[in-house]
């Protein structure tokens, strides 16, 4: 029943206040075809692993040197552009409708579906509950449910936590400064996680030490293995 009441609402909503294109505020859509289709790719090559840019090879010097928890991450775009705008919209200007297009691009990517790997949880990185609180929503988690819904996978919001609140990750932070932010600052639960392979969803990967630290923990709680999907790939 409450479905059926959000859908009418949403239509209610949509009749009274027709949607606009977040990027060049055409109408129909919160995001456009002509705008999706002008969003930058993650080109290739890219680490096998952490998926930042190569020159050569398959794996990057840093991912040779000090392997990740995740097995993999993957991105369908590099954090520029329209694709950072949306990033912030949805992140910041609390525009969660771009959740449900920006779900269905990363649930596109031919590595995030279950035919491409065993998956059997989605699973968001968490915010702090201070942090959460004060925005409402948490976007990894509105990202990953709408991948889960599109895979037909159960999506477990709580099998992860933010047990210690963190400084925010500056650009100016090397890896290792970020890395020592996150340590430690989360926690998962085993009844959730225990011998699940487990997609880790969030919206922008950098270095990937939120998604490292993410991991460990799931890996810590008896997860068989993570893989990681974020929007963009900074």
């Given at each position: 029943m ?11 909503l949509?009749?009274l206040?027709p ?11 919160v995001l ?5 289709a002008?969003l930058?790719l993650?080109?290739?090559p890219?680490c ?6 190569l ?6 010097s ?20 329209a ?6 919209l ?13 779900g ?8 995030t579906?279950p ?8 699973v968001?990185?968490?915010l702090?509950?201070g942090r959460q ?17 599109e895979a037909?996978?159960p ?9 210690r ?9 090397d ?7 996150v ?27 939120t998604?490292d630290?993410?991991?460990r ?6 997860a068989l ?10």
């Open positions: 409450r479905s059926v009441l959000e859908r009418a609402s949403n239509v209610a949509d009749l206040f949607p606009q294109c977040a990027i060049c505020r055409a109408g129909g859509s456009c075809e002509l705008c999706i002008m930058p993650a080109e290739m890219r096998d692993r952490c998926w930042d840019d020159r050569s090879g398959s794996r990057c840093h991912c040779l040197a000090t392997p990740h928890a995740f097995e993999s991450v993957r991105a369908p775009f590099s954090h520029g552009d694709a950072r705008d949306l990033v912030h949805l992140k910041y200007e609390g525009l969660t409708s771009l959740a449900r297009p920006m269905s691009l990363m649930a596109s990517l031919r590595a579906l035919a491409a790997y065993p998956i059997d949880i989605v968001p990185v968490p702090h509950r609180r004060a925005r409402g929503y948490n976007q990894a988690a509105l990202l990953a449910r709408q991948i889960a819904n037909g996978l999506f477990e919001a709580r099998a992860a936590r933010r047990v609140a963190t400084k925010p990750l500056a650009k100016s932070m890896r290792r400064e970020r890395a020592s932010i340590a430690g600052a989360f926690r998962a639960d085993p009844g959730r996680v225990e011998g699940r392979a487990v997609l880790l969803v969030d919206d922008v990967v950098t270095t990937g030490a998604l630290a993410c991991s923990a799931l890996l810590d709680a008896g293995s993570v893989r990681a999907v974020t929007f963009t790939r900074a």
